[in-house]
């Protein structure tokens, strides 16, 4: 059975940095594209990044791009989201997904396979 596992969430002033890990297990888990999602209250979980399972290709929204990094060690078969600058509309409970294919251009939720259970990130003003 797989299943992600995320960790590294918090609170932070605006301005701060976090840095979240999703670890991935089970028989196929070295295969997935990985993603980043996030859901604020009252809104729809929206895409935040992707990287595909070489990690030789990454894709991050423009609402984060520049601030935000997704990178994986695959010897680990985990994966990282690096926040930084980050602002209190970035507050949101962020879940790692995992996808059965190669790309990393897969932005939608129903493209994913497998979900984390969501850690909760809050940015103070």
């Known amino acids: 059975q797989e299943q992600l596992v995320e960790s590294g969430g918090g609170t932070v002033q605006a301005g701060g940095s976090l840095k979240l890990s999703c670890a991935a297990s089970g028989r196929t888990a070295g295969t997935f594209a990985m993603g980043w999602f996030r859901q604020a209250p009252g809104k729809e979980r929206e895409f935040v990044a992707a990287i595909n399972w070489s990690g030789g290709g990454t894709n991050v929204a423009d609402s984060v791009k520049g601030r935000f990094t997704i990178s994986r060690d695959s010897a680990k078969n985990t994966v990282y989201l690096q926040m930084n600058s980050l602002k209190p509309e970035d507050t949101a409970v962020y879940y790692c997904?995992?996808?059965?294919?190669?790309?990393?251009?897969?932005?939608?939720?129903?493209?994913?396979?497998?979900w984390g259970q969501g850690t909760q990130v809050t940015v103070s003003s």
């Open positions: 997904a995992g996808g059965v294919f190669f790309s990393s251009e897969r932005v939608e939720v129903r493209d994913y396979d497998y």
